[in-house]
């Protein structure tokens, strides 16, 4: 294996002097050599096309047009996953290395009680909180866009449980921290514990139980039975898109203690209606500021509000790659991928993109280094403000003036800023000394919504607007400026998260992405114009459009997926005869496609069941969310609408049995799969009266395709016939059959012409 040593050699085995990361390359030759073995076939089929399309009529263009993009998507991959690395970590050599820790700011996000229970984000906190790290470096901050009172009080309340459980499970390296999840399942304390321990654990039982209780309690209330005294005044009267700024500093680890509890601070930015708010990005650079004026940490840790820390170590990992990089280039974001909990078995809904992270995902981590994926993930403070691997900023050479235009006006703002871009490689710079509750009132400044206007937030710096996927926006412009990133991969996993367990949910967070991601891809800071004006890597543009181009890809998919349809309903074909050689070329396009997709889930340890699962879904999404995701987008570009961010719900407890069958809701996201379905239904009953009048000669090919069709949309033909929240809403199906009646009608109308 060709391995890069990152750190000093390996000749003298003292602590100091080995790697603190090992990045490997695998050795995939013979996956290489099936993926180019396609590519050639894909080719083969695109030549035979072209030299028979005088031939053929209109379906030979578009299979030939649908082909050559589907040939350009697979280039891609195949150039993203080239070269898959395998990271290690050494979190113990750090811990003999050094005993200065740089201190870390860690960044929770949460919108909306209702869709992202109290009790989820509080789990979160309660795992960070826990972690193995000097408390004295870490600070937290929770940015509540939903202004929810009972986040709030959930936090307080947590925040004392956190005074028993964070010792609890430093005192016995407990493994999981996140109390929801270690207290689940049979809840019997491990056999062959100590005297001690039982009473220990059974004191974090029922403090935890009062815990979930208290919160219970306060969120069946009706908001105005809310006891609004004392601290939780500020939140009476207010509305959720209408208040002003809300900071509270809910603990101070005011001696700094290094066994302590770390700062706890909870954020509400300013909403205005008139004032864009920005989503996620907005809420992530009020946190960055707040964050700035009370403890400028130089490394920021985000993470969504279901995402707990999985792995107390996560930290050290990341600071593996951070305190271990040679060059600072190497390395401007750690990303922990996104894997998730209680997992729906065989992955019914493709969400949980294990095998993506398996192989798309160490390729990318092998170019310019992963995606930055909205959470999970670890930032330098100066890389967010805007600086390039080679800026070199000297104390007290930025003007004080400009400073504030781009960065806002706010002194000690500015002060932080300066401090944070003239901090030489590496440094670890001691804790800002101030009282956090010293800085409230420059905090709520630097939180409110006109504090932006007119500066580079958003625009240069932070996290970038204009897109509901903040998070591959900010990151590329980030790889785009020369950075690199980091990809880590502890054992276990250092967070989980949830991942969306209804068709629904699914698809409109799918759906989501593919706007987002499309938005980006033709903005101004697309990876093109990166890689041609800036310094991101081409093959690393090459893995950015692989999922930038889901929305347009499902105009081809859909196209592809009617084609056989049209074939039998015009009698006509569009591939070859079932006897003539060339049928060769796709048929066996498909069985080694099909066999080495299969492979890669194997080689994973998934189940079969995952692959035809998964396999089902992609095409799903692309035909229904990412078509969705298109439209959207050109709407968006047309000016007739503004972006969105549609909440993903978060399920709390996984009592619901039925789980992994798939489910709908009067959406009119479920109206093109179920009008494809209903088109390829239909075009087959046609073909076979037809057949039966002597007037068809059976295409295999396109007979096969057709079932290949309805096998992939196999969820939705149970859907037909199935009640309630599995089943198809009616004037859904109706839509969608008069949408294919409209389709047949049209096909034999224009092959008439
Ligand atoms: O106005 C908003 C909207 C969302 N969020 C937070 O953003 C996070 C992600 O939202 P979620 O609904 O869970 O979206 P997902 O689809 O699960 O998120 C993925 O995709 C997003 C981009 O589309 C990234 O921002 C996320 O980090 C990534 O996990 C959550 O913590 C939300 O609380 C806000 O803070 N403010
Ligand atoms: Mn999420």
Redesign the pocket.
């Known amino acids: 294996m060709a391995s890069k040593a990152p750190s000093s050699p390996m000749a003298s085995k003292t602590p100091s002097s080995l790697p603190l990361y090992e990045i490997k390359y695998r050795k995939n030759i013979i996956s290489r050599g099936i993926e180019l073995f396609i590519l050639f076939l894909l080719f083969s089929l695109l030549a035979y096309r072209f030299h028979s399309l005088k031939y053929h009529g209109l379906q030979w263009l578009l299979a030939l047009i649908c082909e050559s993009w589907f040939t350009f998507l697979w280039i891609l991959t195949v150039s993203t996953k080239w070269s898959q690395v395998e990271p290690k970590t050494y979190p113990l050599r750090l811990l003999e290395r050094t005993s200065e820790f740089p201190a870390v700011d860690m960044f929770v996000?949460?919108?909306?009680p209702i869709l992202?229970p109290p009790l989820i984000t509080v789990n979160t906190v309660l795992s960070l909180l826990a972690v193995d790290y000097p408390a004295n470096k870490l600070a937290c901050y929770v940015?509540d866009?939903g202004a929810s009172i009972v986040t709030y009080y959930s936090l307080v309340e947590a925040s004392k449980f956190a005074k028993l459980w964070v010792p609890f499970c430093k005192k016995y390296n407990i493994a999981l921290r996140a109390p929801f999840r270690y207290f689940s399942g049979n809840s019997s304390p491990p056999p062959q514990s100590s005297q001690e321990f039982l009473q220990d654990w059974k004191r974090m039982k029922d403090g935890y139980k009062q815990l979930c209780e208290k919160i219970e309690e306060a969120s069946n209330q009706e908001p105005d039975a809310c006891n609004f005294a004392g601290d939780f005044g500020v939140f009476s009267n207010i509305e959720r898109k209408n208040h002003p700024t809300i900071i509270k500093v809910i603990w101070e680890n005011k001696e700094s203690v290094a066994d302590g509890l770390p700062h706890l601070v909870y954020i509400s930015r300013e909403k205005r209606p008139k004032h864009p708010?920005h989503?996620?990005a907005g809420?992530m650079n009020v946190l960055t500021r707040v964050s700035g004026v009370m403890t400028n940490a130089p490394f920021m840790l985000n993470v969504?509000?279901?995402m707990y820390a999985n792995n107390p170590q996560v930290i050290l990992h990341a600071m593996c790659y951070f305190l271990g990089a040679k060059d600072e280039k190497d390395c401007g974001f750690v990303q922990f991928p996104?894997f998730f909990y209680d997992g729906l078995k065989e992955d019914p809904y493709g969400n949980q993109l294990k095998v993506l992270h398996e192989y798309l995902g160490r390729g990318i981590s092998g170019i310019q280094g992963p995606f930055y994926?909205?959470?999970g993930c670890f930032h330098r403070r100066k890389v967010i403000y805007g600086l390039s691997p080679n800026d070199k900023i000297t104390a007290g050479e930025l003007e004080d003036e400009y400073l504030q235009k781009i960065y806002g006006k706010s002194e000690k703002l500015s002060a932080s800023v300066a401090n944070t871009l003239s901090g030489g490689p590496n440094i670890i710079e001691q804790f800002n000394s101030d009282s956090l509750s010293t800085s409230i009132e420059i905090a709520h400044q630097v939180g409110s919504c006109g504090f932006e206007f007119g500066t580079a937030w958003g625009e240069k710096l932070g996290w970038l607007y204009g897109t509901?996927?903040?998070?591959v926006l900010t990151g590329s412009f980030i790889q785009s400026r020369g950075w690199k990133s980091a990809c880590c991969l502890p054992d276990p996993p250092a967070f989980l998260?949830c991942a969306p367990s209804g068709g629904p949910a699914s698809m409109i967070?799918q759906k989501?992405?593919s706007t987002?991601l499309f938005e980006v891809l033709i903005s101004s800071k697309s990876p093109i114009i990166g890689t041609l004006f800036g310094k991101l890597q081409l093959r690393q543009c090459m893995a950015y459009m692989v999922v930038q181009l889901w929305a347009l890809r499902s105009i081809f998919e859909v196209c592809y997926a009617i084609l056989p349809a049209y074939c039998l309903i015009t009698n006509s074909r569009f591939l070859p005869k079932a006897n003539e050689s060339s049928m060769m070329i796709p048929a066996s396009i498909f069985i080694i496609y099909n066999l080495y997709g299969l492979s890669e889930y194997v080689r994973a340890n998934e189940p079969i069941e995952a692959w035809l699962n998964n396999q089902r879904m992609w095409r799903v999404n692309a035909m229904t969310a990412w078509l969705f995701g298109f439209l959207s987008a050109t709407i968006k570009l047309l000016g007739f609408s503004e972006s969105a961010?549609e909440?993903?719900k978060?399920d709390q407890d996984d009592t619901n049995s039925n789980f992994g069958r798939f489910t709908f809701d009067d959406s009119p996201i479920f109206v093109s799969g179920t009008a494809i379905l209903l088109f390829n239904l239909t075009s087959l009953f046609i073909g076979v009266l037809d057949f039966k009048k002597g007037n068809l000669e059976w295409g295999l090919g396109e007979i096969i395709c057709i079932m290949w069709v309805v096998f992939i949309f196999w969820p939705f033909f149970k859907g037909l016939f199935a009640k309630g929240k599995y089943g198809i809403p009616a004037p859904t199906i109706l839509k969608s059959g008069a949408l294919a009646l409209l389709l047949v009608h049209l096909f034999k109308f224009i092959n008439k012409l």
């Open positions: 996000t949460t919108a909306d992202e940015s866009d708010h989503f996620k809420a969504d509000c279901d996104q994926q909205g959470t509901a996927t903040e998070d998260g967070q989501r992405w987002g961010f909440i993903t978060k």
